[in-house]
Each structure stands twice: as structure tokens, then as C-alpha cells.
């Protein structure tokens, strides 16, 4: 089974603060996804990576940057932290090959608060 | 574009009556449907998918889905339900770009 694995449950942060949101998925995926999930508005996408070093901005990537390095880890960093970035972040992995039918493997999730 | 819309926040039902969570799409090209399920503390895992074929789609844990073209429509159903099945339900849609989800509908399944 894909595995994604999301490094913090949850976090509380200051707002300024710099935030990195780790991700990583152990079945060589290629495209990674992150998704920010609040009540009645649903998973609405961030960013996305299709590969290494490449990223591409999803609905709504204001106030985001991403970062892969690896093709297993894919990272989420808030540059300055508000309080309208609390939120669940959920990470998640898909094939590449299969294309838009590819299902999404998706990580527990990191519940953000900042304060 | 493609867009979905889920009418329903929440669903409640007594546990093993039968439940529909109603899904619409639009989309000017051919899509993909998918049905994702998240339990209490968790990330979301497919429950089902409509790539081609069968209008008629089975899942796990006893959920199906029919794909109605002409309505436009991919409402999640189960004969009876469990305690266990209280969750958020997310359906999805895409036309070959990035998925798009629904708002979710909460499924509450009481004794």
C-alpha cells in the first residue's frame, strides 16, 4: 500500500513565522499534491508537482511556495504565516502514467494554527 | 472548466437504513468521477471511481455509484449502513487537468 506520510499532526504558530509542511510517499510516485481543507469549501488544491524541481500553482497559491528536491518529498512553506492559513493541510501522491485517472493517496493531514 | 456540486452538508440516518449522497458535475468534455471517504482524524481514501463502461460502479465497503450522463449526475448509495460508515464523503471530477472536489457530505449514522 502507498504510504504518505505528513511530519506534524499539528502545529501552532505564531503569525511571521516561516512554516514548512513536510510530506513524503514511499511508492515513487510522480505527482504530489497539496491541499487545504476547511469546512463547507471542501479540498481546494495549493500546488502541485508533476517532478523533481518542477511545481505548478493550484486554485489558490498566494501566501505559498513549494519545494521538491526529491522525488519522494514534497514540502509546503508558508513565508509569513497568517491567521487565514489555519487550516488542515492534507498532502497526497498519484502515478503519473495513469493520468487524470489516477486515484490520489493521501496523507492524515496537518491541522495548522496560527495565532 | 468542471465543477461539482454536493447539495447536502450532512446526511443523518438510522444504522442500517439505506442512504443516497447526491453528487452533480458539469463539464463540457468526457470526465472522470471519483468518490473519496475521510474518517474522523484521517486523510481521504478512494471509496470508488467512474473512468469508463459500466454506468454502475462498486466500491469498498458495500458503496456503488451510477453515473447518469444525461443528468449529470454520480450519487453515492448503500443499501445499509453501519456506524462504522460515519464520515465525510468528497466527490471529485476531472476532465483530464487538476481534480475538482465537492464541498464533502458528512454522513451522520446513528443506532
Known amino acids: 500500500d502507498v504510504k504518505v506520510t505528513q511530519s506534524s499532526r499539528y502545529l501552532v504558530k505564531r503569525t511571521g513565522e516561516k512554516v514548512f509542511l513536510e510530506c513524503v510517499q514511499d511508492m515513487d510516485h510522480e505527482n504530489m499534491f497539496w491541499y487545504r481543507q476547511d469546512p463547507g469549501l471542501g479540498l481546494r488544491l495549493i500546488y502541485f508537482?508533476?517532478?523533481?524541481?518542477?511545481?505548478e500553482k493550484g486554485d489558490i497559491p498566494e501566501g505559498y511556495s513549494v519545494s521538491r528536491e526529491k522525488k519522494e518529498r514534497f514540502s509546503l512553506i508558508l513565508e509569513s504565516a497568517s491567521t487565514n492559513q489555519t487550516s488542515m493541510y492534507l498532502c497526497?501522491?498519484?502515478?503519473?502514467?495513469?493520468?487524470?485517472?489516477?486515484?490520489?493517496?493521501f496523507g492524515n493531514g496537518t491541522r495548522l494554527t496560527v495565532t | 472548466a468542471q465543477s461539482v456540486t454536493q447539495l447536502d452538508s450532512q446526511v443523518p440516518v438510522f444504522e442500517e437504513a439505506p442512504v443516497e449522497l447526491r453528487c452533480n458535475y458539469s463539464?463540457?468534455?468526457?470526465?472522470?468521477l471519483f468518490w473519496y471517504v475521510q474518517y474522523p482524524n484521517q486523510g481521504l481514501q478512494l471509496l470508488l471511481k467512474y473512468l469508463s463502461g459500466s454506468t454502475l460502479v462498486k466500491g469498498i465497503n458495500g458503496f456503488e455509484a451510477e453515473f447518469n450522463k444525461s443528468q449529470t449526475s454520480f450519487h453515492l448509495r448503500k443499501p445499509s449502513v453501519h456506524i462504522s460508515d460515519t464520515a465525510e464523503y468528497f466527490c471529485?471530477?476531472?476532465?483530464?487537468?487538476?481534480?475538482?472536489f465537492g464541498t464533502g457530505t458528512r454522513l451522520l449514522v446513528s443506532p
Open positions: 463539464s463540457s468534455v468526457s470526465v472522470y
Open positions: 497526497a501522491s498519484s502515478l503519473l502514467g495513469q493520468g487524470a485517472a489516477s486515484p490520489l493517496h
Open positions: 471529485a471530477v476531472t476532465g483530464f487537468q487538476k481534480l475538482v
Open positions: 508537482s508533476y517532478d523533481v524541481k518542477m511545481k
